[in-house]
């Protein structure tokens, strides 16, 4: 299979990566962080598949559209680049912050799978994976732009499968709790329940291969968000107001 990963360098876009290399696949992974991008393309290969390393903006609609029209046919998109804000509530309301997080994490998606739906669209087929997360379900303090990027992401993927069934094109949203990477290492608060990056790829192929739609985990915290989402909101504001600051 060609298999496009954006954000491949680190974290889970890394893991999955060397998780598909595993199949015999002809990867094309994108990223800011040439080394990084390299060591994992070396992986790939040594693990049997081969790789392309392009250094891409996914905030660059030119730029994506030309590489990926390059590429051509595609299997499998997996929209993956994204930016947190970090450990400070105060950085996560500044003006400029938040647009560098919503520009990455909405227009970034944006400009990776219109291009590649264009071409599934003539092959009739392709599967289109958008990484959102579990943040996605509730606005959390010290988070606005993260968990409104990600609510995004995923109210998008539930309108674009029903768009695109009929073209014979997947689309699945992952929507997971913690993941050890690069963005949760910045994080000085505790994390329930964080996965390891690999354990949470092998996790995230196996529920792709079985077309699962919604992708979620860990399902603990998953239900917890969604009660919470479901109560009054002063009431549900109260309790994460609780919580220690991010």
């Known amino acids: 299979m060609k298999i496009l990963i954006t954000g491949a360098s680190s974290g889970i876009g890394e893991h999955l990566a060397l998780e598909y290399a595993k199949g015999n696949n002809e990867l094309f992974l994108t990223g800011r962080n040439l080394d990084r991008l390299d060591k994992v393309a070396k ?18 609609k030119q730029g994506m559209s030309d590489m990926i029209e390059n590429i051509g046919e595609l299997d499998i998109v997996i929209a993956n680049a994204g930016i947190s804000t970090g450990t400070l509530a105060t950085n996560d309301a500044s003006e400029e912050k938040s647009r560098q997080v919503l520009d990455t994490n909405i227009w970034g998606v944006i400009n990776t799978i219109y291009p590649a739906i264009k071409i599934m669209k003539k092959q009739k087929r392709g599967q289109i994976v958008l990484i959102s997360s579990m943040a996605s379900f509730k606005g ?18 539930e309108s674009l499968h029903l768009d695109l069934s009929k073209y014979g094109i997947k689309v699945n949203i992952v929507c997971p709790g913690w993941i050890k990477s690069a963005l949760t290492d910045k994080n000085n608060f505790k994390m329930p329940l964080i996965m390891e990056t690999d354990m949470a790829a092998k996790l995230i192929i196996k529920k792709l291969e079985k077309n699962q739609i919604l992708i979620k985990f860990p399902l603990r915290i998953y239900w917890v968000v969604r009660f919470l989402e479901f109560l009054p909101i002063r009431l549900s504001s109260f309790i994460l107001g609780m919580l220690p600051e991010k």
Do not use: H, P, Q, W
């Open 43 to 60: 992986k790939v290969e040594e693990a049997g598949s081969s790789a392309k390393t392009f250094i891409s903006n996914v905030c660059d």
């Open 140 to 157: 959390l303090g010290g988070a606005s732009a993260y968990c409104a990027s990600k609510a995004c992401i995923r109210v998008l993927g």
